[in-house]
């Protein structure tokens, strides 16, 4: 996992996402637009896909677990998927809140790939 292709995911997913869950509540239907800030989180987890799986190939290996990091990845990478298909079947303010809900999980779920890559794992106790 590349640590500044991950920082920028999580930017972008972060504030892609409370943008579209706001566009949502203030009753915006999904548009080209809210679509294409999908797009991006989608782009962004495809390329990391392909970064990991040279990296994988090079000798590197995920500090925990590659095979739970891989299955973080590829579940990621289906949930703006899932997000996109329910905007273009269901054209109401609430899909663009469901899209942004996608953009925040696929956030979260970055967070979590970067601690099982790394190791670093934060201990609130």
Known sequence: M????YQAQLW??????????????????????????VAGSE???L??????????ALGQRAAIDTWEFFGYLIVAIM???????????E????????MGAG????????VRMHQIWTGDIVSFS
């Open 103 to 110: 953009v925040l999980t696929v956030a979260v779920m970055l």
């Open 79 to 89: 949930v703006p998927v899932g997000a996109a298909i329910w905007a273009l079947v």
């Open 12 to 37: 972008f997913g972060v504030l892609a996402g409370l943008l579209l869950v706001l566009m949502g509540l203030v009753g915006r239907k999904p548009s080209g637009f809210s679509l294409a800030l």
């Open 47 to 56: 390329m990391q896909l392909i970064a990991s799986l040279t990296l994988v």
């Open 2 to 5: 590349l640590d500044w292709w």
């Open 91 to 98: 054209r109401n303010r609430w899909s663009t809140v469901v």
């Open 43 to 45: 782009f962004g987890l």
